[in-house]
């Protein structure tokens, strides 16, 4: 008779938030610049994805990180630490916080890669060409809507939004924003970008 393993009963939500290392001299919470970072990828994925709010929801549920972000409200307090935002929440971002939503960022952009790879060619050659980004109706519409996502839910009176307050430095924040999320989808994307988050921050 065949005995069967038994099943991995480990929460898989710590296998993968174990998974990202702590760089040595990282606070014991994560940065203003880190907090800021990470509502951008997710700001810049709703924009490309209507359902983006609930694919997050969704992703922690499955990624069994559930535990960490704790539903819609929490989820939304999480990411209005961002300083930057409207209605900015002053509270911490705990790096176990941290990497969940890095975790998610890299799950969903794992699923958009076709279309990050798509509107990064169309931006390319458009660019090179000297056309309006009016000529790619994919890349025009994720653009006008981030700008609106944008412009809805930071604080236009804050110095770091201000800086932002054209259509074209948005439409180049837009693009940054593609590039990165590209970035985590590659090998160890999550372990990357959680790094990246804390350049020049470790002692």
Same mark, same amino acid.
């Given at each position: 008779?065949?005995?069967?393993?038994?099943?991995?009963?480990?929460?898989?939500?710590?296998?993968?938030?174990?998974?990202?290392?702590?760089?040595?001299?990282?606070?014991?919470?994560?940065?203003?610049?880190?907090?800021?970072?990470?509502? $951008?990828?997710?700001?810049?994925?709703?924009?490309?994805?209507?359902?983006?709010?609930?694919?997050?929801?969704?992703?922690?549920?499955?990624?069994?990180?559930?535990?960490?972000?704790?539903?819609?409200?929490?989820?939304?307090?999480?990411?209005?630490?961002?300083?930057?935002?409207?209605?900015?929440?002053?509270?911490?971002?705990?790096?176990?916080?941290?990497?969940? $939503?890095?975790?998610?960022?890299?799950? $969903?952009?794992?699923?958009?890669?076709?279309?990050?790879?798509?509107?990064?060619?169309?931006?390319?050659?458009?660019?090179?060409?000297?056309?309006?980004?009016?000529?790619?109706?994919?890349?025009?519409?994720?653009?006008?809507?981030?700008?609106?996502?944008?412009?809805?839910?930071?604080?236009?009176?804050?110095?770091?939004?201000?800086?932002?307050?054209?259509?074209?430095?948005?439409?180049?924040?837009?693009?940054?924003?593609?590039?990165?999320?590209?970035?985590?989808?590659?090998?160890?994307?999550?372990?990357?970008?959680?790094?990246?988050?804390?350049?020049?921050?470790?002692?």
């Amino acid at each position: 008779m065949q005995v069967q393993s038994p099943p991995n009963t480990e929460p898989p939500n710590l296998n993968l938030i174990d998974q990202l290392s702590i760089p040595d001299g990282l606070p014991s919470e994560c940065s203003r610049r880190a907090k800021t970072q990470i509502d $951008l990828l997710l700001l810049a994925i709703e924009a490309l994805d209507l359902g983006g709010a609930e694919a997050m929801l969704a992703s922690a549920k499955e990624l069994g990180l559930d535990e960490v972000v704790r539903g819609r409200v929490n989820l939304w307090l999480l990411r209005s630490s961002n300083p930057l935002r409207r209605f900015s929440q002053r509270q911490p971002m705990s790096l176990e916080e941290g990497k969940a $939503l890095v975790l998610i960022t890299c799950f $969903l952009a794992r699923r958009l890669t076709v279309l990050i790879r798509q509107l990064l060619l169309g931006y390319q050659q458009l660019s090179d060409q000297g056309l309006s980004f009016d000529h790619h109706f994919r890349l025009s519409d994720y653009l006008a809507r981030f700008r609106s996502h944008f412009r809805a839910r930071m604080n236009a009176k804050r110095s770091g939004v201000i800086a932002y307050s054209t259509d074209e430095k948005l439409n180049e924040l837009a693009i940054e924003l593609l590039t990165k999320l590209l970035f985590c989808t590659g090998t160890e994307g999550a372990e990357r970008l959680w790094i990246s988050l804390f350049d020049g921050e470790v002692a």
